[in-house]
């Protein structure tokens, strides 16, 4: 997956789950501003299940943040 593919599919998941970008270099800091949440991502894909692992991870949480 190159790099701006996956730039954009990353920021349109975080973007759902209610995060935004705090810093960017080696890793992308994300904040959720209403729950001063942080996640880190890297900024680069090393492989194609980066974005599941990512969007499988996020969507646990909100299960366990809403039960």
Known sequence: MNYNKYNS???KIMK???YTVLRKKN???WI???TGER???PASS???N???RINQKLNRQKVLIRS
């Open 9 to 11: 599919e990353l920021r």
């Open 16 to 18: 759902f789950h209610g």
């Open 27 to 29: 890793h992308i800091i």
């Open 32 to 34: 959720n501003p209403t």
């Open 39 to 41: 996640y880190v991502t």
């Open 46 to 48: 090393s492989d194609g």
């Open 50 to 52: 980066v974005l599941k």
